[in-house]
Protein backbone atom coordinates (compact mmCIF):
# COMPACT_ATOMS: atom_id res chain seq x y z
CA UNK A 1 0.00 0.00 0.00
CA UNK A 2 1.18 3.57 -1.13
CA UNK A 3 2.25 6.34 1.32
CA UNK A 4 -0.90 8.22 -0.18
CA UNK A 5 -3.41 5.30 0.69
CA UNK A 6 -1.88 5.19 4.37
CA UNK A 7 -2.56 8.67 4.73
CA UNK A 8 -6.12 8.69 3.45
CA UNK A 9 -6.93 5.94 5.58
CA UNK A 10 -5.23 7.92 8.80
CA UNK A 11 -6.78 11.17 7.71
CA UNK A 12 -10.67 9.53 7.65
CA UNK A 13 -9.91 7.72 10.80
CA UNK A 14 -9.07 10.78 12.63
CA UNK A 15 -11.89 12.58 10.89
CA UNK A 16 -14.18 10.15 12.46
CA UNK A 17 -12.74 10.67 16.09
CA UNK A 18 -13.11 14.28 15.87
CA UNK A 19 -16.64 13.82 14.93
CA UNK A 20 -17.68 11.46 17.43
CA UNK A 21 -16.12 13.81 20.15
CA UNK A 22 -18.26 16.67 19.20
CA UNK A 23 -21.43 14.54 18.30
CA UNK A 24 -23.06 16.41 20.69
CA UNK A 25 -22.44 19.94 19.56
CA UNK A 26 -23.39 18.35 15.85
CA UNK A 27 -26.68 16.87 16.99
CA UNK A 28 -27.65 20.47 18.55
CA UNK A 29 -26.90 22.39 15.41
CA UNK A 30 -28.97 19.74 13.89
CA UNK A 31 -31.60 20.52 16.27
CA UNK A 32 -31.65 24.14 15.55
CA UNK A 33 -31.59 23.15 11.40
CA UNK A 34 -35.25 20.86 12.22
CA UNK A 35 -36.63 23.81 14.04
CA UNK A 36 -35.03 26.84 11.84
CA UNK A 37 -36.93 24.37 8.73
CA UNK A 38 -40.17 23.96 11.18
CA UNK A 39 -39.92 27.54 12.03
CA UNK A 40 -39.42 28.86 8.46
CA UNK A 41 -42.71 28.14 7.40
CA UNK A 42 -44.52 30.14 10.17
CA UNK A 43 -42.46 33.13 9.04
CA UNK A 44 -42.87 32.40 5.42
CA UNK A 45 -46.97 33.06 6.44
CA UNK A 46 -46.28 36.24 8.16
CA UNK A 47 -44.20 37.66 5.26
CA UNK A 48 -46.98 37.21 2.92
CA UNK A 49 -49.06 39.00 4.38
CA UNK A 50 -46.72 41.78 4.52
CA UNK A 51 -44.50 41.80 7.65
CA UNK A 52 -41.17 42.13 7.44
CA UNK A 53 -38.56 39.09 7.98
CA UNK A 54 -36.42 40.51 10.73
CA UNK A 55 -40.48 41.04 12.18
CA UNK A 56 -41.63 37.81 11.05
CA UNK A 57 -38.51 35.89 12.90
CA UNK A 58 -39.17 37.61 16.08
CA UNK A 59 -43.00 37.03 16.25
CA UNK A 60 -42.52 33.19 15.37
CA UNK A 61 -39.86 32.72 17.89
CA UNK A 62 -41.05 34.76 20.69
CA UNK A 63 -44.89 33.27 20.07
CA UNK A 64 -43.25 29.65 20.21
CA UNK A 65 -41.62 30.30 23.41
CA UNK A 66 -44.35 32.07 25.12
CA UNK A 67 -46.24 28.96 24.35
CA UNK A 68 -43.53 26.90 25.67
CA UNK A 69 -43.07 28.71 28.99
CA UNK A 70 -46.43 29.16 29.65
CA UNK A 71 -47.42 25.82 29.08
CA UNK A 72 -44.54 24.84 31.45
CA UNK A 73 -45.16 27.37 33.64
CA UNK A 74 -49.20 26.16 34.33
CA UNK A 75 -47.77 22.18 34.45
CA UNK A 76 -44.16 21.82 35.77
CA UNK A 77 -45.18 22.00 39.79
CA UNK A 78 -47.99 19.61 39.15
CA UNK A 79 -46.06 17.44 37.63
CA UNK A 80 -43.34 17.39 39.84
CA UNK A 81 -45.78 17.01 42.76
CA UNK A 82 -47.54 13.81 40.61
CA UNK A 83 -44.11 12.58 39.48
CA UNK A 84 -42.81 12.03 43.43
CA UNK A 85 -46.09 10.92 43.66
CA UNK A 86 -45.51 7.92 40.80
CA UNK A 87 -41.72 7.02 42.55
CA UNK A 88 -43.55 6.38 45.40
CA UNK A 89 -46.78 4.30 44.63
CA UNK A 90 -44.86 2.33 41.83
CA UNK A 91 -43.12 0.20 44.28
CA UNK A 92 -46.09 -0.18 46.48
CA UNK A 93 -47.89 -1.33 42.76
CA UNK A 94 -45.38 -3.77 42.04
CA UNK A 95 -45.36 -5.27 45.73
CA UNK A 96 -49.53 -5.99 45.05
CA UNK A 97 -48.10 -7.36 41.54
CA UNK A 98 -46.70 -9.63 43.32
CA UNK A 99 -49.79 -10.60 45.89
CA UNK A 100 -51.75 -10.91 42.99
CA UNK A 101 -49.35 -13.15 40.89
CA UNK A 102 -49.46 -15.42 44.53
CA UNK A 103 -53.28 -15.81 44.15
CA UNK A 104 -52.98 -16.72 41.00
CA UNK A 105 -50.86 -19.15 41.24
CA UNK A 106 -52.85 -21.08 43.98
CA UNK A 107 -56.20 -20.83 41.86
CA UNK A 108 -53.64 -22.34 38.80
CA UNK A 109 -53.50 -26.34 38.40
CA UNK A 110 -49.80 -27.12 38.95
CA UNK A 111 -49.66 -28.01 35.30
CA UNK A 112 -49.47 -24.54 34.81
CA UNK A 113 -47.33 -23.21 36.90
CA UNK A 114 -44.01 -24.15 34.94
CA UNK A 115 -45.48 -21.67 32.11
CA UNK A 116 -46.38 -18.78 34.67
CA UNK A 117 -42.57 -18.64 35.77
CA UNK A 118 -41.95 -16.22 33.20
CA UNK A 119 -44.70 -13.93 34.58
CA UNK A 120 -42.60 -14.19 37.93
CA UNK A 121 -39.32 -13.35 36.41
CA UNK A 122 -40.66 -10.03 34.55
CA UNK A 123 -42.20 -9.18 38.14
CA UNK A 124 -38.78 -9.53 39.40
CA UNK A 125 -37.14 -7.43 36.55
CA UNK A 126 -39.41 -4.72 36.76
CA UNK A 127 -39.50 -4.54 40.55
CA UNK A 128 -34.49 -4.43 40.63
CA UNK A 129 -34.94 -2.18 37.57
CA UNK A 130 -36.83 0.50 38.60
CA UNK A 131 -34.92 2.64 40.61
CA UNK A 132 -32.39 2.36 37.65
CA UNK A 133 -35.66 3.41 34.96
CA UNK A 134 -36.53 6.02 36.87
CA UNK A 135 -32.84 7.64 37.24
CA UNK A 136 -32.33 7.25 33.61
CA UNK A 137 -35.73 8.73 32.47
CA UNK A 138 -34.21 12.31 33.53
CA UNK A 139 -30.65 11.57 32.42
CA UNK A 140 -30.26 14.69 29.68
CA UNK A 141 -32.02 17.11 32.38
CA UNK A 142 -28.75 15.75 35.35
CA UNK A 143 -27.63 19.09 34.84
CA UNK A 144 -29.30 21.95 34.94
CA UNK A 145 -26.93 24.96 33.55
CA UNK A 146 -25.47 22.28 31.05
CA UNK A 147 -28.98 21.61 29.84
CA UNK A 148 -29.92 25.75 29.87
CA UNK A 149 -26.54 26.47 27.92
CA UNK A 150 -28.06 23.59 25.32
CA UNK A 151 -30.86 25.33 25.16
CA UNK A 152 -29.53 28.80 24.64
CA UNK A 153 -27.29 27.56 22.09
CA UNK A 154 -30.07 25.93 20.07
CA UNK A 155 -32.26 28.79 20.09
CA UNK A 156 -29.41 31.69 19.01
CA UNK A 157 -28.08 29.52 16.19
CA UNK A 158 -32.38 28.70 15.43
CA UNK A 159 -32.73 32.54 15.57
CA UNK A 160 -29.53 32.81 12.84
CA UNK A 161 -30.29 30.57 10.83
CA UNK A 162 -33.74 31.49 10.38
CA UNK A 163 -32.88 35.29 9.56
CA UNK A 164 -31.29 34.48 6.77
CA UNK A 165 -31.70 30.89 5.40
CA UNK A 166 -30.43 31.13 1.60
CA UNK A 167 -27.05 32.23 2.52
CA UNK A 168 -26.49 28.76 4.17
CA UNK A 169 -28.41 27.40 1.59
CA UNK A 170 -26.20 28.75 -1.04
CA UNK A 171 -23.52 28.03 1.28
CA UNK A 172 -24.31 23.68 1.36
CA UNK A 173 -25.38 24.06 -2.43
CA UNK A 174 -21.55 24.97 -2.95
CA UNK A 175 -19.67 21.94 -1.77
CA UNK A 176 -21.48 20.07 -4.77
CA UNK A 177 -20.28 20.64 -8.74
CA UNK A 178 -21.91 23.19 -10.35
CA UNK A 179 -24.08 20.65 -12.80
CA UNK A 180 -25.43 18.89 -9.87
CA UNK A 181 -26.31 21.90 -8.12
CA UNK A 182 -29.98 22.69 -9.59
CA UNK A 183 -30.74 18.62 -8.33
CA UNK A 184 -29.02 19.66 -5.06
CA UNK A 185 -31.42 22.30 -4.83
CA UNK A 186 -34.39 20.12 -5.41
CA UNK A 187 -33.34 17.60 -2.70
CA UNK A 188 -32.91 20.24 -0.38
CA UNK A 189 -36.85 21.45 -0.76
CA UNK A 190 -38.00 17.83 -0.33
CA UNK A 191 -36.09 17.36 3.08
CA UNK A 192 -37.80 20.75 3.90
CA UNK A 193 -41.27 19.52 2.92
CA UNK A 194 -40.89 16.17 4.56
CA UNK A 195 -39.45 17.52 7.76
CA UNK A 196 -41.62 19.99 8.31
CA UNK A 197 -44.65 17.00 8.02
CA UNK A 198 -42.75 14.53 10.28
CA UNK A 199 -42.22 17.58 12.93
CA UNK A 200 -46.50 18.59 12.29
CA UNK A 201 -47.23 14.62 12.20
CA UNK A 202 -45.11 14.60 15.47
CA UNK A 203 -46.47 16.96 17.43
CA UNK A 204 -50.10 15.95 16.54
CA UNK A 205 -49.83 12.74 17.90
CA UNK A 206 -48.58 13.72 20.68
CA UNK A 207 -51.42 16.17 21.20
CA UNK A 208 -54.04 13.38 20.50
CA UNK A 209 -52.42 11.09 22.46
CA UNK A 210 -51.75 12.59 25.65
CA UNK A 211 -55.47 14.36 25.71
CA UNK A 212 -56.80 10.92 24.99
CA UNK A 213 -54.83 8.91 27.95
CA UNK A 214 -55.36 11.76 30.23
CA UNK A 215 -59.42 11.54 29.83
CA UNK A 216 -59.46 8.12 29.71
CA UNK A 217 -57.67 8.17 33.05
CA UNK A 218 -59.43 10.58 34.71
CA UNK A 219 -62.43 8.66 33.37
CA UNK A 220 -61.26 5.28 35.01
CA UNK A 221 -60.43 7.00 37.81
CA UNK A 222 -56.40 6.18 37.55
CA UNK A 223 -54.03 8.24 40.20
CA UNK A 224 -51.78 10.76 39.00
CA UNK A 225 -53.76 11.29 35.26
CA UNK A 226 -51.62 14.35 34.03
CA UNK A 227 -48.36 12.69 34.44
CA UNK A 228 -49.69 9.47 32.66
CA UNK A 229 -50.31 11.77 29.90
CA UNK A 230 -47.80 13.55 29.54
CA UNK A 231 -45.77 10.23 29.65
CA UNK A 232 -47.74 8.93 26.41
CA UNK A 233 -47.46 11.70 24.52
CA UNK A 234 -43.52 11.60 24.96
CA UNK A 235 -43.22 7.56 24.22
CA UNK A 236 -45.14 7.95 21.00
CA UNK A 237 -41.85 9.24 19.66
CA UNK A 238 -40.87 5.41 20.17
CA UNK A 239 -43.02 3.21 17.68
CA UNK A 240 -44.59 0.04 18.93
CA UNK A 241 -41.99 0.14 22.14
CA UNK A 242 -43.52 3.78 23.37
CA UNK A 243 -46.92 2.53 24.03
CA UNK A 244 -45.58 -0.80 25.83
CA UNK A 245 -43.46 1.28 27.89
CA UNK A 246 -46.45 4.13 28.34
CA UNK A 247 -49.03 1.78 29.72
CA UNK A 248 -46.55 -0.02 32.86
CA UNK A 249 -46.75 3.21 35.09
CA UNK A 250 -50.84 3.99 34.95
CA UNK A 251 -51.61 -0.19 34.86
CA UNK A 252 -48.91 -0.49 38.18
CA UNK A 253 -51.19 2.72 39.48
CA UNK A 254 -54.47 1.33 38.97
CA UNK A 255 -53.56 -2.01 40.42
CA UNK A 256 -53.45 -0.77 43.73
CA UNK A 257 -57.25 -0.23 43.60
CA UNK A 258 -57.93 -3.20 41.63
CA UNK A 259 -56.92 -6.03 39.39
CA UNK A 260 -59.80 -5.15 37.41
CA UNK A 261 -59.11 -1.90 37.07
CA UNK A 262 -55.84 -2.22 36.11
CA UNK A 263 -56.84 -4.97 32.93
CA UNK A 264 -59.46 -1.41 31.98
CA UNK A 265 -56.06 0.69 31.65
CA UNK A 266 -54.48 -1.89 29.86
CA UNK A 267 -58.05 -2.13 27.23
CA UNK A 268 -57.69 1.55 27.11
CA UNK A 269 -54.03 1.94 25.89
CA UNK A 270 -54.87 -0.91 23.28
CA UNK A 271 -57.69 1.05 22.08
CA UNK A 272 -56.08 4.04 22.00
CA UNK A 273 -52.87 2.31 20.26
CA UNK A 274 -55.71 0.97 17.45
CA UNK A 275 -56.94 4.43 16.86
CA UNK A 276 -53.24 5.71 16.29
CA UNK A 277 -52.72 3.12 13.78
CA UNK A 278 -55.72 3.04 12.13
CA UNK A 279 -56.69 6.58 11.85
CA UNK A 280 -53.98 8.88 13.34
CA UNK A 281 -50.94 7.65 10.94
CA UNK A 282 -52.63 7.44 8.18
CA UNK A 283 -53.56 10.73 8.26
CA UNK A 284 -50.21 12.04 9.31
CA UNK A 285 -48.32 10.12 6.56
CA UNK A 286 -50.25 12.06 3.95
CA UNK A 287 -47.43 14.85 5.08
CA UNK A 288 -44.49 12.84 5.70
CA UNK A 289 -42.36 10.34 4.25
CA UNK A 290 -43.85 6.80 4.97
CA UNK A 291 -41.09 5.20 7.23
CA UNK A 292 -40.79 1.57 7.33
CA UNK A 293 -41.72 0.58 11.18
CA UNK A 294 -38.48 -2.17 11.53
CA UNK A 295 -36.20 0.78 10.25
CA UNK A 296 -37.84 3.74 12.33
CA UNK A 297 -38.20 1.53 15.63
CA UNK A 298 -34.34 0.62 15.03
CA UNK A 299 -33.16 4.25 13.76
CA UNK A 300 -34.30 5.23 17.24
CA UNK A 301 -32.97 2.64 19.29
CA UNK A 302 -29.43 3.23 17.92
CA UNK A 303 -29.63 7.31 17.73
CA UNK A 304 -30.30 6.20 21.77
CA UNK A 305 -27.54 3.86 22.40
CA UNK A 306 -25.33 6.43 20.97
CA UNK A 307 -27.11 10.05 21.60
CA UNK A 308 -29.25 9.47 24.92
CA UNK A 309 -32.45 11.40 24.65
CA UNK A 310 -31.24 14.26 22.28
CA UNK A 311 -30.90 11.33 19.83
CA UNK A 312 -34.06 10.00 20.36
CA UNK A 313 -36.22 13.04 20.10
CA UNK A 314 -33.98 13.58 16.72
CA UNK A 315 -34.07 9.82 14.80
CA UNK A 316 -37.23 10.47 13.05
CA UNK A 317 -36.38 13.98 11.25
CA UNK A 318 -33.03 12.83 10.59
CA UNK A 319 -34.41 9.48 9.62
CA UNK A 320 -36.64 11.26 7.36
CA UNK A 321 -33.72 13.42 5.98
CA UNK A 322 -31.76 10.05 4.91
CA UNK A 323 -34.58 8.44 3.42
CA UNK A 324 -34.88 11.48 1.13
CA UNK A 325 -31.30 11.75 0.34
CA UNK A 326 -31.07 7.39 0.09
CA UNK A 327 -34.23 7.76 -2.75
CA UNK A 328 -33.18 11.08 -4.28
CA UNK A 329 -29.17 10.82 -4.48
CA UNK A 330 -28.53 6.95 -4.47
CA UNK A 331 -31.63 5.12 -6.20
CA UNK A 332 -32.65 8.09 -8.61
CA UNK A 333 -29.51 9.42 -10.12
CA UNK A 334 -27.37 6.20 -9.81
CA UNK A 335 -28.67 3.26 -9.01
CA UNK A 336 -31.56 3.57 -11.74
CA UNK A 337 -29.28 5.34 -14.22
CA UNK A 338 -26.98 2.41 -13.84
CA UNK A 339 -27.71 0.61 -16.95
CA UNK A 340 -25.41 -2.74 -18.53
CA UNK A 341 -24.83 -0.25 -21.23
CA UNK A 342 -22.25 1.37 -19.27
CA UNK A 343 -20.52 -2.61 -19.04
CA UNK A 344 -18.97 -3.82 -22.48
CA UNK A 345 -18.97 -7.45 -22.30
CA UNK A 346 -15.24 -8.42 -21.09
CA UNK A 347 -13.24 -10.33 -24.30
CA UNK A 348 -10.49 -13.33 -23.15
CA UNK A 349 -8.44 -14.50 -25.50
CA UNK A 350 -8.78 -18.39 -26.19
CA UNK A 351 -6.05 -20.77 -24.88
CA UNK A 352 -4.77 -20.87 -28.49
CA UNK A 353 -5.77 -16.76 -29.37
CA UNK A 354 -7.59 -17.61 -32.19
CA UNK A 355 -11.12 -16.58 -31.23
CA UNK A 356 -11.47 -14.23 -27.98
CA UNK A 357 -14.73 -15.33 -26.07
CA UNK A 358 -17.29 -12.37 -24.37
CA UNK A 359 -18.25 -12.85 -20.60
CA UNK A 360 -21.02 -10.28 -19.95
CA UNK A 361 -20.72 -8.12 -17.27
CA UNK A 362 -23.39 -9.06 -15.24
CA UNK A 363 -22.22 -13.00 -15.36
CA UNK A 364 -19.30 -12.58 -14.01
CA UNK A 365 -20.82 -12.26 -10.35
Not at 56 to 67: E, R, T
Not at 78 to 104: C, F
Not at 180 to 197: K, S, W
Amino acid sequence: MTIGKWIGIISFLVSLYIIWQISQIILLALTAVILAIATNRIVRRLQKSGVNRGIAVAISVGSILILISGFLALTVPVIVQQWQELTDRIPQGLEQLKQWYSQLQSWLPPRMLGDMNSVEDVIQQLASSYDRWIGSFFTFFSSSVETLLQILLVIAVTIMLLSNPQAYRRAFILLFPSFYRRRIHHILDQCEENVVGCVLGILFNMVVIGIMSGVGLWILGVRLALVNALLAAVLTLIPNLGPTISVIPPAILALLDSPWKSVSVIVLYIAIQQIESNILTPLVMKRQVSLLPAVTLLSQITFAAFFGALGLFLALPLVVILQVWLRELLIEDILNTWSKANFPPLKIPSEDGSHPSKIEGDRQF
